[in-house]
């Protein structure tokens, strides 16, 4: 099996980014052209599998940034607007409905940070999608434009929308798998949006024999370079993205390729030159982008919740992550013994350790208090001992036996409603009468117990409802 992979760098243009120059492509739609209710204004920007454009939504009156599905690699403009596949069309099929299920997908989701999709439609042997136009710049151009890092506040402004952004989307078990810099667009306010996912790209990119896989390696997590059984993709996957394209603000320069790290990590810590080329960011803030940048998924932040608590607090960091300046006066010791609980289970898990906790606590108290309630209602009583028949001597026996039938004669049988106290202690019921629940069935099995007693009527129906509650529990 070949494990070789390609990868193929799409022009960085696709994005809806008003403000540049821009060439449009020859297999752009020309200015002007109608599509349903919406009339092309401009060409916004092209990549390898689509086209943006500026229109006009003629119905609501509002500018919108239309996309096109079409991979210039398979396909090309044909007459008017429609598009033809040139090779490979079971390649463009699929594409095309990866296209329409992300544009359903993004449909779904409404947050700030999130693009917007309006509505998405077949036609023209393609498809488009209408999103909200987002006038701004991406961060490649944001950072392009800066002579040094930018501060933390301005950082903090970037990181936690996305942030939240990706939550949403994590809770409902989708990863965006596409975050670069030249996907994100910082609006006029300063606040980003996180663009398409690029489905349609890497689904292309796994059926194209050329092109194993499909993604920008110097912002993509080394599980994105493997099949799934291999290397399980999740909220880390998004996590290690964004903290790539945080280290490429802070540095000017895209990461080591993770592939690369594999053999040999040469990617310079950010914790580690601290306040001397970063004074404007906090050590803490570092090094939980360090954190998030670690080449195995498993040494990652597991959640978006986990690297949002360490970006505040270095107490929730690994302790191998945690700079010098951070540590305690115990230095590595102390830090270990305080930081290495909360590293090894993610928040998450460390919230519902406290409720499964919380909850034994509170089941034991009930079980308490049932069995003070139940058990302990009254005083247990000592049960009576059984009657024990009195010393007669032999010859005094030999007397009272020949005298024996004359008694029995002229005695009449007892009634029963004139039992003797005796004759009620001697029952196993009566003796164990009066206790609690719990006392009581305690009290019964230990009366039963007795040879003497093991063929009393009390104690064979009590031997009886235990075979059958056997009976019940291996029937099961």
């Known amino acids: ?21 821009y060439a449009p492509t020859a297999d752009a739609l020309p200015d002007g052209t109608w599509l349903g209710e919406f009339r092309i204004i401009r060409t916004l920007g092209s990549g390898g599998f689509g086209i943006v454009y500026l229109a006009l939504d003629t119905t609501l009156q509002r500018e919108v940034a239309i996309k096109e599905y079409l991979p ?27 296209f ?40 490649k151009e944001e950072r392009s434009c800066r002579d040094a890092p930018p501060d933390e506040t301005w950082l903090r402004r970037l990181v936690l929308p996305i942030l939240d952004a990706l939550e949403q989307l994590h809770q409902e078990g989708v990863y965006h798998r596409d975050i670069s810099p030249d996907n994100i667009v910082i609006l006029e306010d300063g606040s980003p949006v996180l663009l398409d996912f690029g489905s349609a790209r890497r689904v292309i990119g796994d059926r194209t024999q050329a092109v194993t896989a499909v993604l920008k390696p110097n912002f993509a997590p080394v599980e994105q370079y493997a099949d799934p ?10 996590l290690y993205a964004l903290g790539a394209v945080v280290h490429y603000l802070m540095t000017g320069q895209a990461p080591v390729p993770a592939v690369v ?20 960011v906090s050590t803490t803030f570092l090094a939980a982008i360090d954190w998030s940048l670690e080449v195995v998924p498993a040494k990652r932040p597991q959640s978006v919740e986990d690297l949002r608590e360490a970006l505040v607090s270095p ?64 005083e247990p009583k000592v049960p009576q001992p059984l009657a024990q028949a009195p010393v007669v001597e032999p010859k005094a026996a030999a007397r009272d036996a020949d005298k024996a039938p004359a008694r029995q004669a002229s005695r009449k049988p007892p009634s ?61």
């Open 1 to 21: 099996m070949d494990t070789t992979i390609a990868v193929a760098h799409e022009p960085p243009a696709e994005h809806t980014s008003s403000e540049g120059a």
């Open 72 to 98: 210039m690699a398979i396909a090309k403009r044909g007459r008017g607007t429609n598009v033809e596949v040139r090779v490979d069309p079971p390649t463009f099929n699929a594409g095309l409905e990866s």
């Open 100 to 139: 329409l299920y992300e544009a359903r997908l993004l449909a779904r989701f409404e947050h700030p940070a999130l693009v917007k999709v309006h509505q998405f439609w077949k036609a023209n042997n393609t498809a488009y999608m209408v999103m909200r136009y987002y006038p701004g710049r991406t961060l």
């Open 229 to 238: 059984p291999l290397l399980r993709q999740g909220p880390w996957t998004d």
């Open 261 to 280: 790290r594999t053999m040999n990590d040469t990617l310079v810590k950010l914790a580690g030159e601290g306040t001397a080329r970063f004074p404007t």
């Open 315 to 378: 107490r929730l960091l690994p302790v191998k992550m945690v700079p010098t300046d951070l540590l305690p006066r115990g230095g590595a010791q102390q830090a270990l013994a305080v930081r290495s609980p909360p590293a090894i289970a993610p928040a998450s898990s460390r919230r519902v350790s406290k409720r499964a906790v919380a909850a034994c606590l509170a089941f034991t108290a009930a079980g308490v208090c049932a069995i003070g309630l139940f058990g302990f209602r009254s």
């Open 416 to 476: 029963s409603s004139m039992a003797s106290p005796t004759a009620l202690a001697a029952s196993p019921h009566a003796a164990c009468a009066g206790l609690g629940l719990w006392a009581s069935s305690a009290c019964m099995r230990r009366e039963c117990s007795s040879p003497g007693r093991r063929q009393h009527p009390d104690c064979m129906r009590l031997r009886a409802e235990e075979d059958a509650r056997l009976q019940r529990e291996y029937s099961r």
